[in-house]
């Protein structure tokens, strides 16, 4: 394993010739929001970066500017140490961003992404496919973890819990105080929560996704913003996590590195008779 390229730290000839290399970009995308009384409010944003950093280490790609704001879902705004920015805003920064990678070279970019805005992050990949001329593939540390989170950990996924807390344990305990960390069932739902899944992984099967429901009760009321019983966090159910979700990226990359030269990817603009929009 070698060490990490990080776009930050190079000079352009550098991230030239990382292009010619490969033709392989990580993006990271995390969020500013709060964690509950014992993870910092950075936690979606250092998950993106230090999975993206993992990656990097086995293939050698580059790593391209973390972006630390993201979207969020109605019910968590209004929460102190969350900074929301609009679903539409988000949009067109992927879109400005995912530019500036490919006019650097990169006509490849995995999306490393942390925090739950898959919704508008798959609409940004929709129509930036239609705009840009590369390939692009996004998806959440959790779907591509998913199983081995089944394995290891009790609850399902939700936010701050056993599961995030556990990945946030192996990557940086230094900022985790498990001793503040407490249960909180003290979220009421508006109507019967058998209608409602939570996002990932549940067992409750033939509901609404929480996101496509307005049920949801307001974070702010929470006690600790952190649902569910976090004290089940453990540093080795984390790592069991990370290998897994870094396992499926490593494989992608080497499979687009073996599959295309560096200056060809898996064209997805169709081909259009007339201007479409
Ligand atoms: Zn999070």
Do not use: C, Y
């Given at each position: 394993m070698g060490k990490?390229?990080?776009?930050?730290?190079?000079?352009?000839?550098?991230v030239k010739k990382a292009s010619e290399e490969t033709g392989i970009a990580i993006l990271p995308i995390g969020s500013t929001e709060q964690h509950g009384f014992h993870c910092p409010c950075g936690v979606d944003t250092f998950n993106a970066y230090e999975l993206s950093k993992l990656v990097s280490e086995k293939t050698g790609v580059i790593v391209a500017p973390t972006m630390t704001y993201g979207s969020h879902p109605y019910f968590h705004y209004g929460f102190v140490g969350t900074i929301p920015i609009r679903a539409t805003v988000q949009i067109e920064l992927v879109r400005d961003v995912v530019k500036g990678i490919v006019n650097s070279?990169?006509?490849?970019?995995?999306?490393?992404?942390?925090?739950?805005?898959?919704?508008?992050?798959?609409?940004?990949l929709q129509e930036i496919a239609l705009d840009v001329d590369c390939f692009m593939a996004v998806a959440t540390w959790w779907e591509l973890a998913c199983e081995t989170i089944k394995e290891v950990c009790e609850t399902p996924f939700k936010h701050a819990d056993e599961v995030e807390t556990s990945v946030s344990l192996a990557l940086y305990p230094e900022l985790v105080d498990m001793s503040k960390a407490e249960p909180d069932y003290s979220l009421k739902p508006y109507i019967d929560k058998s209608f409602v899944r939570p996002a990932v992984h549940s067992e409750l099967i033939n509901s609404f996704p929480i996101e496509s429901i307005t049920f949801v009760p307001q974070e702010n009321v929470m006690k600790t913003g952190a649902?569910?019983?976090?004290?089940?966090?453990?540093?080795?159910?984390?790592?069991?996590?990370?290998?897994?979700a870094v396992d499926v990226v490593v494989r992608l990359i080497e499979y687009l590195k073996k599959t295309y030269k560096p200056d060809e990817f898996p064209r997805v603009k169709p081909e259009l008779k007339a201007d479409m929009y």
């Open positions: 990490p390229l990080i776009w930050h730290d190079i000079t352009w000839p550098e070279g990169f006509k490849k970019i995995v999306i490393m992404q942390a925090h739950g805005q898959w919704w508008t992050l798959q609409t940004a649902p569910g019983d976090p004290r089940k966090a453990k540093a080795e159910k984390g790592e069991a996590i990370i290998n897994s």
